[in-house]
Protein backbone atom coordinates (compact mmCIF):
# COMPACT_ATOMS: atom_id res chain seq x y z
CA UNK A 1 0.00 0.00 0.00
CA UNK A 2 0.92 3.81 -0.82
CA UNK A 3 2.70 5.38 2.38
CA UNK A 4 0.30 7.98 2.29
CA UNK A 5 -2.75 5.63 2.09
CA UNK A 6 -0.94 3.25 5.05
CA UNK A 7 -1.19 6.98 6.75
CA UNK A 8 -4.26 7.54 6.09
CA UNK A 9 -5.46 4.27 7.51
CA UNK A 10 -3.46 4.09 10.74
CA UNK A 11 -4.79 8.08 11.14
CA UNK A 12 -8.19 6.33 11.27
CA UNK A 13 -8.01 2.88 12.80
CA UNK A 14 -9.19 4.09 16.35
CA UNK A 15 -12.44 4.99 15.29
CA UNK A 16 -13.26 2.60 12.66
CA UNK A 17 -12.19 -0.48 15.61
CA UNK A 18 -14.59 1.61 17.73
CA UNK A 19 -17.42 1.21 14.95
CA UNK A 20 -17.00 -2.25 13.89
CA UNK A 21 -17.54 -2.75 17.84
CA UNK A 22 -20.13 -0.69 17.81
CA UNK A 23 -22.94 -1.27 20.49
CA UNK A 24 -25.36 -1.06 18.11
CA UNK A 25 -25.11 -4.61 16.21
CA UNK A 26 -24.98 -6.51 19.74
CA UNK A 27 -28.61 -4.87 20.46
CA UNK A 28 -30.13 -6.00 17.06
CA UNK A 29 -31.66 -9.62 18.45
CA UNK A 30 -35.27 -9.02 16.43
CA UNK A 31 -36.84 -8.16 13.73
CA UNK A 32 -38.11 -5.09 15.38
CA UNK A 33 -34.81 -4.02 16.09
CA UNK A 34 -33.68 -4.68 12.39
CA UNK A 35 -36.46 -2.78 11.03
CA UNK A 36 -35.50 0.48 13.57
CA UNK A 37 -31.86 0.22 11.85
CA UNK A 38 -32.64 -0.29 8.42
CA UNK A 39 -35.28 2.91 8.40
CA UNK A 40 -32.06 4.94 9.82
CA UNK A 41 -29.58 3.14 7.57
CA UNK A 42 -31.24 3.47 4.49
CA UNK A 43 -30.24 7.42 4.16
CA UNK A 44 -26.53 6.63 4.62
CA UNK A 45 -27.35 3.88 1.66
CA UNK A 46 -29.09 6.70 -0.34
CA UNK A 47 -26.55 9.43 -0.10
CA UNK A 48 -23.38 6.81 -0.62
CA UNK A 49 -25.35 6.68 -3.94
CA UNK A 50 -24.93 10.62 -4.25
CA UNK A 51 -21.15 10.86 -3.44
CA UNK A 52 -20.71 8.62 -6.31
CA UNK A 53 -22.39 10.25 -8.34
CA UNK A 54 -20.20 13.56 -7.50
CA UNK A 55 -17.31 11.58 -8.27
CA UNK A 56 -18.37 10.67 -11.31
CA UNK A 57 -19.36 14.19 -12.31
CA UNK A 58 -15.85 15.60 -11.40
CA UNK A 59 -14.22 12.81 -12.93
CA UNK A 60 -15.77 12.28 -15.98
CA UNK A 61 -17.61 14.16 -18.86
CA UNK A 62 -21.77 14.16 -18.16
CA UNK A 63 -22.35 17.21 -20.56
CA UNK A 64 -22.61 17.35 -23.75
CA UNK A 65 -21.09 17.86 -25.94
CA UNK A 66 -18.84 15.31 -24.86
CA UNK A 67 -14.85 16.29 -24.16
CA UNK A 68 -12.51 14.28 -22.78
CA UNK A 69 -11.90 14.89 -18.42
CA UNK A 70 -8.96 13.88 -15.82
CA UNK A 71 -7.03 11.22 -17.53
CA UNK A 72 -7.94 7.47 -18.22
CA UNK A 73 -6.81 6.04 -15.12
CA UNK A 74 -9.29 7.93 -12.59
CA UNK A 75 -12.11 7.76 -15.68
CA UNK A 76 -11.92 3.78 -15.00
CA UNK A 77 -11.88 3.41 -11.60
CA UNK A 78 -15.23 5.57 -10.91
CA UNK A 79 -17.33 4.51 -13.89
CA UNK A 80 -16.13 0.79 -13.15
CA UNK A 81 -17.89 1.60 -9.30
CA UNK A 82 -20.65 3.24 -10.69
CA UNK A 83 -21.78 0.61 -12.99
CA UNK A 84 -21.68 -1.90 -9.79
CA UNK A 85 -23.00 0.29 -7.78
CA UNK A 86 -25.94 1.93 -10.22
CA UNK A 87 -26.75 -1.57 -11.78
CA UNK A 88 -25.93 -4.41 -9.64
CA UNK A 89 -27.79 -7.89 -10.01
CA UNK A 90 -30.04 -8.90 -7.46
CA UNK A 91 -31.00 -12.25 -6.42
CA UNK A 92 -33.35 -12.73 -9.02
CA UNK A 93 -31.09 -12.02 -11.41
CA UNK A 94 -32.59 -8.21 -11.95
CA UNK A 95 -30.90 -5.27 -12.60
CA UNK A 96 -30.90 -2.44 -9.68
CA UNK A 97 -29.04 -0.10 -7.87
CA UNK A 98 -27.99 -1.02 -4.03
CA UNK A 99 -30.00 1.55 -2.84
CA UNK A 100 -33.15 0.01 -4.75
CA UNK A 101 -32.24 -3.17 -3.75
CA UNK A 102 -32.22 -1.82 0.22
CA UNK A 103 -35.79 -0.30 -0.24
CA UNK A 104 -36.90 -4.08 -1.15
CA UNK A 105 -34.65 -5.81 1.72
CA UNK A 106 -37.09 -2.77 4.06
CA UNK A 107 -40.08 -3.75 2.56
CA UNK A 108 -39.85 -7.56 2.57
CA UNK A 109 -38.90 -6.67 6.19
CA UNK A 110 -41.37 -4.95 7.05
CA UNK A 111 -39.56 -1.78 7.92
CA UNK A 112 -40.98 1.47 7.06
CA UNK A 113 -40.14 3.29 3.90
CA UNK A 114 -41.86 6.17 4.01
CA UNK A 115 -39.54 8.89 5.25
CA UNK A 116 -36.81 8.04 2.54
CA UNK A 117 -39.19 8.01 -0.18
CA UNK A 118 -41.09 11.09 1.00
CA UNK A 119 -37.62 12.42 1.18
CA UNK A 120 -37.26 11.53 -2.46
CA UNK A 121 -40.19 12.39 -3.33
CA UNK A 122 -39.66 16.19 -1.82
CA UNK A 123 -36.18 16.22 -3.75
CA UNK A 124 -37.90 15.03 -7.39
CA UNK A 125 -40.44 17.88 -6.70
CA UNK A 126 -37.27 20.57 -7.05
CA UNK A 127 -36.66 21.32 -3.24
CA UNK A 128 -33.75 21.51 -2.40
CA UNK A 129 -32.15 19.54 0.90
CA UNK A 130 -33.08 21.78 3.54
CA UNK A 131 -36.65 22.55 2.05
CA UNK A 132 -36.74 18.67 1.93
CA UNK A 133 -36.00 17.91 5.73
CA UNK A 134 -38.35 20.78 6.64
CA UNK A 135 -41.52 18.96 5.27
CA UNK A 136 -40.27 15.55 7.02
CA UNK A 137 -40.18 14.16 10.79
CA UNK A 138 -36.83 12.65 10.21
CA UNK A 139 -34.32 12.20 13.25
CA UNK A 140 -31.77 14.88 14.15
CA UNK A 141 -28.98 11.85 13.94
CA UNK A 142 -30.17 10.66 10.19
CA UNK A 143 -30.10 14.61 8.94
CA UNK A 144 -27.06 15.28 10.47
CA UNK A 145 -25.35 12.55 8.66
CA UNK A 146 -27.00 13.46 5.22
CA UNK A 147 -25.82 17.26 5.54
CA UNK A 148 -22.60 16.16 6.61
CA UNK A 149 -22.54 13.83 3.14
CA UNK A 150 -23.70 17.18 1.16
CA UNK A 151 -21.34 19.22 2.58
CA UNK A 152 -18.10 17.21 1.36
CA UNK A 153 -19.74 17.33 -1.86
CA UNK A 154 -20.24 20.77 -1.77
CA UNK A 155 -16.02 21.26 -1.14
CA UNK A 156 -16.14 20.39 -5.12
CA UNK A 157 -12.81 18.81 -4.51
CA UNK A 158 -12.80 15.08 -6.03
CA UNK A 159 -9.68 14.24 -3.28
CA UNK A 160 -12.11 15.10 -0.33
CA UNK A 161 -15.08 13.10 -1.86
CA UNK A 162 -13.13 9.91 -2.50
CA UNK A 163 -11.48 10.07 0.76
CA UNK A 164 -15.11 10.09 2.65
CA UNK A 165 -15.89 7.71 -0.41
CA UNK A 166 -13.29 5.04 0.55
CA UNK A 167 -12.74 5.23 3.90
CA UNK A 168 -15.40 6.72 5.66
CA UNK A 169 -18.26 4.74 3.73
CA UNK A 170 -16.97 1.20 2.90
CA UNK A 171 -16.40 -1.78 4.69
CA UNK A 172 -17.41 -1.23 8.04
CA UNK A 173 -20.17 -3.94 8.59
CA UNK A 174 -18.66 -6.19 11.24
CA UNK A 175 -18.04 -10.40 11.01
CA UNK A 176 -20.87 -10.50 14.12
CA UNK A 177 -23.49 -8.17 11.84
CA UNK A 178 -23.59 -10.45 9.20
CA UNK A 179 -23.90 -13.73 11.93
CA UNK A 180 -26.71 -11.83 13.59
CA UNK A 181 -28.51 -11.06 9.86
CA UNK A 182 -28.07 -14.85 8.93
CA UNK A 183 -29.51 -16.56 12.19
CA UNK A 184 -32.62 -14.20 11.44
CA UNK A 185 -32.77 -15.03 8.20
CA UNK A 186 -32.72 -18.96 9.41
CA UNK A 187 -35.99 -18.50 11.51
CA UNK A 188 -37.82 -15.93 8.80
CA UNK A 189 -36.39 -16.04 5.10
CA UNK A 190 -39.74 -14.75 4.29
CA UNK A 191 -38.62 -11.77 6.02
CA UNK A 192 -34.69 -11.37 5.75
CA UNK A 193 -33.74 -13.04 2.74
CA UNK A 194 -33.33 -9.73 0.68
CA UNK A 195 -31.50 -7.90 3.44
CA UNK A 196 -28.93 -11.35 3.61
CA UNK A 197 -28.30 -11.08 0.08
CA UNK A 198 -27.56 -7.21 0.03
CA UNK A 199 -24.85 -7.73 2.80
CA UNK A 200 -23.65 -10.53 1.08
CA UNK A 201 -22.99 -8.70 -2.14
CA UNK A 202 -22.35 -5.55 -0.19
CA UNK A 203 -19.40 -7.48 1.10
CA UNK A 204 -18.23 -9.06 -2.49
CA UNK A 205 -18.24 -6.24 -4.80
CA UNK A 206 -17.78 -3.21 -2.25
CA UNK A 207 -15.39 -4.40 0.09
CA UNK A 208 -13.61 -6.06 -2.16
CA UNK A 209 -13.45 -5.36 -5.91
CA UNK A 210 -14.49 -1.41 -5.42
CA UNK A 211 -12.31 -1.39 -2.38
CA UNK A 212 -9.76 -1.67 -4.41
CA UNK A 213 -10.83 0.55 -7.01
CA UNK A 214 -11.52 3.01 -4.07
CA UNK A 215 -7.94 3.09 -2.90
CA UNK A 216 -6.59 3.21 -6.19
CA UNK A 217 -8.69 6.29 -6.84
CA UNK A 218 -7.63 8.56 -3.70
CA UNK A 219 -3.94 7.73 -4.53
CA UNK A 220 -4.43 8.85 -7.84
CA UNK A 221 -6.72 12.03 -7.17
CA UNK A 222 -4.04 13.10 -4.11
CA UNK A 223 -1.07 12.31 -6.05
CA UNK A 224 2.07 13.64 -5.04
CA UNK A 225 0.38 16.85 -3.36
CA UNK A 226 0.74 16.89 0.82
CA UNK A 227 -2.38 19.22 1.13
CA UNK A 228 -4.92 16.97 -0.66
CA UNK A 229 -3.73 13.67 1.51
CA UNK A 230 -3.71 15.99 4.76
CA UNK A 231 -7.38 16.98 3.35
CA UNK A 232 -8.39 13.75 2.73
CA UNK A 233 -7.15 12.23 6.11
CA UNK A 234 -8.79 15.08 7.77
CA UNK A 235 -12.87 14.27 6.27
CA UNK A 236 -11.85 10.08 6.31
CA UNK A 237 -12.02 10.93 10.05
CA UNK A 238 -14.41 13.50 10.16
CA UNK A 239 -17.12 10.66 7.92
CA UNK A 240 -16.25 8.13 11.14
CA UNK A 241 -17.29 10.55 13.31
CA UNK A 242 -20.23 11.44 11.49
CA UNK A 243 -20.94 7.17 11.52
CA UNK A 244 -20.23 6.84 15.04
CA UNK A 245 -23.28 9.62 16.20
CA UNK A 246 -25.84 7.97 13.27
CA UNK A 247 -25.14 4.46 15.17
CA UNK A 248 -25.18 6.17 18.72
CA UNK A 249 -28.87 7.49 17.26
CA UNK A 250 -29.94 3.61 15.69
CA UNK A 251 -28.88 2.31 19.34
CA UNK A 252 -30.92 5.07 21.12
CA UNK A 253 -34.17 4.40 19.22
CA UNK A 254 -33.30 0.48 19.48
CA UNK A 255 -33.46 0.97 22.88
CA UNK A 256 -36.87 3.11 23.34
CA UNK A 257 -38.27 -0.49 20.90
CA UNK A 258 -36.73 -2.52 23.60
CA UNK A 259 -38.58 -0.23 26.46
CA UNK A 260 -41.87 -0.03 25.43
CA UNK A 261 -41.85 -4.08 24.46
CA UNK A 262 -40.88 -4.14 28.43
Not at 31 to 37: I, R
Not at 53 to 67: D, F, G, H, S
Not at 109 to 130: M, W
Not at 205 to 217: E, F, K, N, R, Y
Request: aromatic share 8%; with cysteine; glycine share 4%.
Amino acid sequence: MNTSLASITLAIQPLRASLTNHAVYSKISQLEHLQAFMQDHVFAVWDFMSLLKALQRQLTCVELPWVPVGNGNTRYLINEIVNGEESDLDAEGKRLSHFEMYLEAMQQAGANTAPIQALIAELQAGKNLDEAFAQLDIASHVRDFVRFTFDVIATNKPHIIAAVFTFGREDLIPTMFIAMVKDLNASMPEKVAKFTYYLERHIEVDGDHHGHLALAMVQELCGNDAQKWQEATQYAYQALEMRQKLWDGVEASIANIALQEA
